[in-house]
């Protein structure tokens, strides 16, 4: 019910997570850390636009922009480009400025 | 007990079985036409699982309305109808949450007999471990809660868990040694396929059209309401539409004109190798992120918890295998010489609180029915009739009120975020 047609023919396994502070690095090490694209509604936003920031998401079949954490690492915000459906990583930087 | 509600069907009997093998099996027929849809319909359900072919049967048998489309993208029941370890219970810690669950329970009691079709239901029970005297008092707050609203559910002590499951590791030094255990004896396991199947043969008999390979590509929406559909047939018109497509539902509300609250993720499941019957209930541990029951057929059916990032891939990582084998490996040390035969995916729709989201879309003649996330096959009795008496009378049953869309806004969420390994 979910998506089109038969289970997707299989593709190149993902490499190792591309850290670029440490390097390549075991995936395990890393952690999904949402949505980098909702913007905080300012004072005197209503329900609605509190309640989109809070729990809607791109959650986009593709290409997607996402925060990643190498949680099990150096700790380092990151910005990934990722494919959600076959979860190759296009490009990787820090989040921070 | 109702009577079957199968329409024009010829009904399933083993005297019919018995006829039709001295005629060689010749006049069963299709269970369900395969229509060219018409232009069209007073009503639409997108998507041909077991909530939207439940749906179908609903607004037919509960509403008299037959003059309904079932629009499927690819095959009925192909998707997380067909892809889950088919756990159906109603353990569960909300009252909002118990009420659908366990009218759900209820529905597939009836469910072989009302529709002529056997689900293959097996109340066995389902065992929840606990491997600490704190995890304990988390089970008993959770069997409280379900006492006070009249849903049978027990504490086991750690002898009487060991004595009816003798393969869980009995040593007090492991892991995760068994502490005690919450069961609830009235849920089990049901064949899947046959779920779905069951629904679309007695809906087809009542004159619902269910098309398959038949994937939307967009709505015809004028003065804020959803006129019809785009679909490799053309436009199809109807008065009154609903979803029912699990992890395809952002991108259907995407079509549609809004967002939902949904993110998607990989569930997986996998079976092992068939044995002699040595598991005879449910048995999950939510701290060890595993559960398994043993299949018809022999195999155990194993699942864990989810892959927690957004996923589409329809295929599980082997990280989280080796995660759940290991998980499982611990609670049965005998299992550790099995081999797996298969192992698959699919894709859930999480909700933020972890519950279903039912009610009308942004779009007022456009119904939701979504956000079952990992827990949808339990469902789709009560999914399917509530999604059909939205549909049928543009107004809420009073149990899928607190499952609105606008809970979001309001504040007054559901939160079932610790509902089981996976909530199946």
């Not at chain 2, 509960?62 to 889950?84: F, M, P, Q, S, Y």
């Not at chain 2, 395809?248 to 993720?265: D, I, N, Q, T």
């Not at chain 2, 933020?352 to 039912?358: A, E, G, V, Y």
């Not at chain 2, 049928?392 to 007054?412: C, D, I, K, M, V």
Request: proline content about 7%.
């Amino acid at each position: 019910m979910t998506d089109a047609g038969p289970t997707p023919a299989p593709t190149p396994a993902p490499g190792p997570f591309p850290c670029p502070f440490c390097g390549p690095r075991d995936e395990a090490e890393f952690r999904y850390g949402g949505d980098p694209d909702v913007a905080r509604p300012g004072p005197g936003s209503s329900d609605e636009d509190w309640a989109r920031y809070l729990y809607v998401r791109e959650n986009r079949r593709g290409l997607a922009r996402e925060y990643w954490v190498h949680a099990q690492g150096c700790g380092l915000w990151l910005i990934a480009e990722r494919d959600s459906v076959t979860h190759l990583i296009h490009s990787v930087r820090e989040a921070t400025p | 007990m109702s009577p079957p509600s199968i329409g024009e069907k010829p009904r399933y009997s083993a005297l019919r079985l018995f006829l039709e093998g001295l005629r060689g099996q010749s006049g069963w027929g299709p269970a369900w036409r395969s229509p060219e849809p018409r232009r069209r319909y007073d009503a639409i359900i997108i998507g041909g699982g077991g909530h939207g072919l439940s749906a179908a049967y609903h607004l037919a048998r509960d509403h008299g309305l037959t003059d309904v489309l079932v629009i499927e993208k690819a095959w009925l029941g192909g998707g997380n109808t067909g892809r889950n370890t088919t756990i159906i219970r109603s353990n569960y810690f909300n009252r909002a949450s118990q009420a659908v669950y366990d009218a759900s329970l209820k529905l597939y009691e009836g469910l072989s007999r009302e529709l002529n079709y056997n689900i293959m239901f097996s109340q066995r029970g389902s065992i929840e471990l606990a491997h600490s005297s704190a995890e304990m008092e988390g089970l008993r707050r959770v069997v409280n809660a379900m006492q006070v609203n009249g849903i049978e559910a027990s504490l086991l002590t750690r002898d009487e868990v060991l004595d009816m499951v003798p393969l869980l590791d009995p040593r007090r030094d492991c892991r995760w040694p068994v502490a005690g255990a919450m069961i609830q004896r009235r849920a089990g396991v049901a064949r899947h396929d046959a779920v779905a199947w069951g629904y679309a043969r007695a809906a087809d008999g009542m004159g619902v059209d269910i098309v398959q390979n038949c994937a939307v590509s967009g709505f015809r929406i004028e003065a804020g309401r959803v006129t019809g559909v785009e679909t490799p047939f053309g436009l199809i018109e109807a008065k009154v539409f609903g979803m029912a497509v699990a992890g395809a539902s952002p991108e259907l509300a995407a079509l549609a004109g809004f967002r939902l609250p949904l993110l998607c993720m990989t569930l997986q499941a996998m079976v092992s190798e068939p044995l002699k019957p040595c598991l005879d209930q449910v048995v999950a541990s939510t701290p060890n992120g595993a559960y398994v029951s043993q299949s018809d057929k022999g195999e155990m059916v194993i699942g864990g918890g989810l892959e927690h990032l957004p996923s589409f891939a329809r295929r599980g990582g082997l990280a989280k295998t080796r995660e759940v084998v290991a998980s499982v490996v611990e609670m049965f040390p005998s299992f550790s010489t099995l081999k797996l035969m298969r192992q698959w995916g699919g894709t859930v729709d999480t909700s933020p609180d972890n519950s279903p989201i039912l009610g009308p879309s942004p779009i007022p003649n456009l119904f939701l029915n979504c956000g079952w996330g990992t827990g949808g096959f339990k469902a789709i009795p009560i999914g399917g009739k509530l999604l059909a008496h939205l549909m049928a009378t543009g107004r809420h049953h009073p149990l899928s009120e607190p499952f609105g869309l606008e809970r979001f806004a309001t504040g007054r969420l559901i939160d079932e975020a610790h509902a089981g390994v996976a909530h199946d």
